[in-house]
């Protein structure tokens, strides 16, 4: 049995996906508690996740995390081949979003651009697509 102490530091992140342009495919999430990998190298992510997106208005969610900073980032991978697809100069041809929706110019943002902090229990934030 845990205690009420130990509850009250596991805390929900809940990530609302706006501006998907159509259904196909699916969403893709990486959720990064420090800069090393972030954004595009999911496998130094704390958690990752993909939903169908179809399911893309019910968001998703990352379970059991302790309190701290982290930076989301996202992708439409619309043609499910389990990678943002770019095309000349690595400009994507998939849409992408990241949290705190930070201002995109050359390149991706950095990690404290995009890092949010989870103080409370349950915490939802949303993430607009951009597409070129």
């Known amino acids: 049995m845990m ?6 530091s596991n805390s929900n992140l809940t990530v609302m996906i706006n501006g998907l342009r159509n259904q ?12 090393e990998g972030f954004p595009s190298k999911s496998d130094r992510a704390v ?5 169908r997106s179809n399911e893309a208005s ?6 059991n995390l302790n309190p701290g900073s982290y930076a989301i980032a996202v992708f439409h991978d619309a043609n499910a081949d389990g990678k943002l697809n770019t095309g000349f100069l690595g400009i994507p041809k998939e849409g992408f ?5 930070p201002r995109i110019g050359i390149g991706a943002p ?3 651009d995009a890092a949010l902090r989870l103080t409370s229990q349950n915490t939802q934030v949303q993430i607009q697509l951009k597409y070129f």
């Open 47 to 51: 958690a990752s996740q993909c939903i």
């Open 24 to 35: 196909k495919g699916r969403i893709c999430l990486s959720l990064f508690s420090r800069s």
């Open 3 to 8: 205690s009420e102490s130990a509850t009250a």
């Open 58 to 63: 019910r968001g998703a969610t990352f379970e």
């Open 97 to 101: 979003g990241f949290s705190r929706n």
């Open 110 to 112: 950095r990690f404290a």
